[in-house]
């Protein structure tokens, strides 16, 4: 284990601040490039890092197992960012915004064409048809995760079951509806 994460354990803001400097860039440095690669931003990625870095330090004392801490640490940082993510979609970054900029000024040459649309609109209503052969519970956490786009821990506490059980019935329910809708897409 890497020797800052056990001053994480400690009181941290008893530490005098070099020390608290050189754990705060420990903890940068594990973590920026992860966060980095979510949002192709360094602005936003130094924010995360940061709002990560001050719930951890605050969380980390009271952990009974610090074994794993270094795993616990990298699960925060990425949970951070998900949330982030998820509150602020338009921060969600475009790959090549050279790109986006060369695409405002010359339109796009190809029309849309109407086959394209229609068959849009049917893969839409199949997908609809394919969510409505779901039972309610599937459906549901469907609704709440990818409509109302709350997180993990909302929906679990909303639906009264722990986050695993959460994770484990989403994935549940996007294999069923993938069944239910490559049966009628094939059809």
Do not use: C, G
């Not at 994460?5 to 070099?18: A, E, K, P, V």
């Not at 940068?28 to 949002?39: A, G, K, S, V």
């Not at 048809?129 to 309610?136: D, G, M, R, S, T």
């Not at 109302?148 to 484990?168: G, V």
Request: no cysteine; aromatic share 14%; hydrophobic share 40%.
């Amino acid at each position: 284990m890497e020797q800052w994460l056990i001053f994480l354990h400690s009181d941290f803001h008893h530490l005098d601040i070099s020390s608290q400097e050189l754990i705060y860039q420990s903890f940068r440095n594990m973590i920026y490039r992860d966060i980095y690669f979510l949002f192709r931003d360094h602005t936003l990625a130094e924010d995360v890092v940061q709002e990560s870095f001050l719930k951890v330090v605050e969380r980390a004392p009271k952990l009974r197992n610090t074994t794993n801490m270094k795993a616990w640490v990298k699960k925060v940082a990425r949970n951070t960012a998900y949330d982030f993510l998820k509150k602020n979609k338009k921060y969600r970054y475009v790959s090549d915004l050279q790109l986006v900029k060369e695409n405002e000024f010359f339109p796009p040459t190809e029309e849309i064409l109407v086959d394209n649309l229609v068959e849009e609109h049917i893969r839409d209503e199949m997908l609809h048809e394919a969510l409505n052969q779901l039972n309610i519970r599937y459906r549901n956490v469907l609704f709440l995760f990818y409509i109302e786009e709350k997180s993990y821990r909302e929906i679990a506490e909303e639906l009264q079951i722990s986050e695993q059980a959460l994770a484990q019935l989403l994935t549940r329910a996007r294999k069923k509806l993938l069944y239910y809708f490559s049966r009628k897409w094939v059809d």
